[in-house]
């Protein structure tokens, strides 16, 4: 069956620019997260929905990232006005419900700010 | 204080070494989650396992096998005969009630198996 999907996998952009990267969640999985990893670090926890609610916006870095989830489906996580420290993989995972279950990961988005 | 740690930052062993990364966690919660996680040179992180803090059975799967000890709040993880393809980062995460059930992850540890 098909797994999270991602997109784009690689993404060059300036310093200053806004860039949008999606996800893809399993099909019937009502939770989908956000994560980053900068590289050679572990995950870094952003952003959760719950359906197409996100009650915990805490972890987001700062006030340039935002994510929406329509449909309790596809998630947009965008971040505006790029700086060179976002350069990092962004990972989407879903999950059939939030709590306990088990998060399935995509490939990730592999973003370098220039 | 760190929720999940993996004191091995890296290991590196030659193939068919049999190994084990650890993982002790801490939690204030009796019903619980812990959960490994792969992620090879490639970035996709690949489940291994889930276990919840009610079962201690040890888990058997091929060449890998999990023990879990609620006495010393480890949840170890063993590769038997270790194969080039095992190289990788080992995560190891908590999901817990007290943090609304948020995996919390470890720093993972570099698993290197050389030829």
């Known amino acids: 069956g098909a797994g999270v999907s991602q997109s784009p996998s690689n993404k060059v952009t300036e310093k200053g620019k806004d860039v949008e990267l999606r996800c893809d969640p399993i099909s019937g999985h009502t939770a989908l997260y956000w994560y980053r990893q900068r590289l050679g670090q572990g995950l870094e926890f952003l952003i959760y929905f719950q359906g197409n609610s996100a009650p915990d916006k805490s972890g987001l870095p700062s006030d340039r990232f935002s994510a929406e989830r329509t449909g309790e489906s596809v998630s947009t996580l965008t971040i505006q006005r790029t700086q060179q420290e976002d350069s990092a993989v962004y990972l989407c995972?879903?999950?059939?419900?939030?709590?306990?279950?088990?998060?399935?990961f995509g490939p990730g988005t592999r973003l370098l700010v220039l | 204080a760190q929720k999940v740690t993996q004191a091995q930052t890296e290991i590196s062993v030659v193939e068919k070494e049999d190994v084990t990364l650890d993982c002790v966690y801490e939690?204030?919660?009796?019903?619980?989650?812990l959960f490994w996680y792969k992620q090879p040179p490639s970035g996709e992180l690949v489940f291994l396992i889930r276990?919840?803090?009610?079962d201690e059975q040890n888990e058997i799967s091929g060449r890998y096998s999990w023990n879990f000890q609620k006495s010393t709040s480890s949840f170890n993880f063993t590769i038997t005969a270790s194969q080039v393809v095992d190289s990788a980062v080992y995560f190891c995460a908590l999901s817990e009630l007290d943090s609304n059930y948020q995996l919390i992850w470890g720093a993972g540890t570099k698993l290197i198996i050389k030829p």
């Open positions: 939690t204030r919660d009796t019903t619980y989650y």
């Open positions: 995972a879903s999950s059939l419900g939030y709590g306990s279950e088990t998060q399935y």
């Open positions: 276990r919840n803090s009610f």
